[in-house]
Nanobody, 115 residues
Framework: QVQLVESGGGLVQAGGSLRLSCVASGSIFSINGMGWYRQAPGKQRELVAGINRGGLTNYADSVKGRFTISRDNTRTTVYLEMNSLRPEDTAVYYC?????????WGKGVLVTVSS
């Protein structure tokens, strides 16, 4: 079993910042990659940012230059630093982990950006 626990969501004004965290535990013997997705009301879930085993990162065009994904030295915690937040960033943010080709999801945290 793999457990993913996200934290750090909340309400923030446009232009503000938030930091999301996701801690992975359980059978996490080989993590290939970790990432953050988001789903806004009425929209499909989309990739926000990812980081692979080697530390290579990728971002959605809409968040490049504003969001930064990182992980801790144990590679079991992934962070998403979100700056210059916009109302369109409002969504439920989900942590995702790839363990030997199987994908696991957290329950999600709500990020609300007010204008």
């Amino acid at each position: 079993q793999v457990q993913l626990v996200e934290s750090g969501g909340g309400l923030v004004q446009a232009g503000g910042s938030l930091r999301l965290s996701c801690v992975a535990s359980g059978s996490i013997f080989s993590i290939n990659g970790m990432g953050w997705y988001r789903q806004a009301p009425g929209k499909q879930r989309e990739l926000v940012a990812g980081i692979n085993r080697g530390g290579l990162t990728n971002y959605a065009d809409s968040v490049k230059g504003r969001f930064t994904i990182s992980r801790d030295n144990t590679r079991t915690t992934v962070y998403l630093e979100m700056n210059s937040l916009r109302p369109e960033d409002t969504a439920v943010y989900y942590c995702n982990v790839d363990i030997v080709g199987r994908y696991y999801w957290g329950k999600g945290v709500l990020v609300t950006v007010s204008s």
